[in-house]
């Protein structure tokens, strides 16, 4: 598959989670989605984007991301953080300090019969009644304590 064909499936997958509000029974919240997830599907940071293959590994994981949110009962990995988030103060952008709750479900996915691991992070802002969708990362190099593989239904 190559790198467009990855990224206009995926675009037309978030098209239509952007209009829904899925429920993850692992956290029992709406998980939103919202256009952050692309950035870091193609950048691994500001500077350096990443490689094609990789991009396209990653739009194909996407592909199966509501499936996963949906039918995960427990969270895998959690994180809390104080972070400085950007906010909108009376017309004025401003950055204050919020507690952030990060969550990682670990799922196992099957295409043309080679199964692989993938994590997708969540992430919930203190003061919001809903999650974000923050991405999802083919779980190749884990470290051997995070390599948790629940049973599925």
């Known amino acids: 598959m190559e790198l467009e064909e990855a990224r206009k499936r995926a675009f037309n997958k978030f098209r239509k989670l952007q209009k829904l509000e899925t429920l993850c029974p692992a956290l029992w919240v709406k998980i939103k989605f919202n256009r952050d997830w692309f950035y870091h599907i193609v950048y691994k940071n500001s500077k350096h984007k990443r490689w094609a293959n990789e991009q396209i590994i990653r739009f194909q994981c996407f592909l199966d991301v509501e499936e996963i949110i949906k039918k995960s009962h427990l969270y895998q990995e959690y994180a809390v953080k104080t972070e400085e988030i950007k906010t909108r103060n009376h017309g004025q952008n401003t950055f204050e300090k919020k507690i952030v709750e990060y969550f990682w479900l670990v ?47």
């Open 107 to 153: 799922w196992v996915i099957v295409h043309n019969n080679e199964k692989s691991r993938v994590r997708v992070v969540l992430r919930k802002i203190s003061w919001k009644d809903y999650a974000e969708y923050r991405s999802v990362i083919p779980a190749r190099n884990t470290k051997w304590y995070r390599n948790f593989i629940w049973p599925i239904d």
